[in-house]
Nanobody
Framework: QVQLVESGGGLVQAGGSLRLSCVAS????????MGWYRQASGKQRELVAM???????NYADSVRSRFTISRDNAKRTVYLQMNSLKPEDTAVYYC??????????????WGQGTQVTVSS
């Protein structure tokens, strides 16, 4: 009912930058919150950053001042600009979005994930 497609992951050296994108599609009336989580090998999935439909943002302390989340409501797309990347940022990054569907149901969806690897 809601599909989230991520792009932009890859391999980068420490100190480098990457930009993740996630596009939402489906029987959507409105997209509410959009955000990014990550899961490193052997660890639990954790929130990286979240943005509301009104543009309010929330960041994990570990990425604040290095990562910037933004969204384009017309394109139903959320972005994560990641600067000054560290090896500990290595993880699979998952897009998450909450939406109200055309049938008025509320749904919370996840993307398939995109790998980000930061080499030292």
């Amino acid at each position: 009912q809601v599909q989230l497609v991520e792009s932009g992951g890859g391999l980068v050296q420490a100190g480098g930058s990457l930009r993740l994108s996630c596009v939402a599609s489906g029987s959507i009336l409105i997209v509410n919150h959009m955000g990014w989580y990550r899961q490193a090998s052997g660890k639990q999935r954790e929130l990286v950053a979240m943005i509301t439909s009104g543009g309010n943002t929330n960041y994990a302390d570990s990425v604040r001042s290095r990562f910037t989340i933004s969204r384009d409501n017309a394109k139903r797309t959320v972005y994560l600009q990641m600067n000054s990347l560290k090896p500990e940022d290595t993880a699979v990054y998952y897009c998450n979005a909450g939406a109200r569907l055309i049938n008025l149901a509320l749904i919370d969806s996840w993307g398939q994930g995109t790998q980000v690897t930061v080499s030292s």
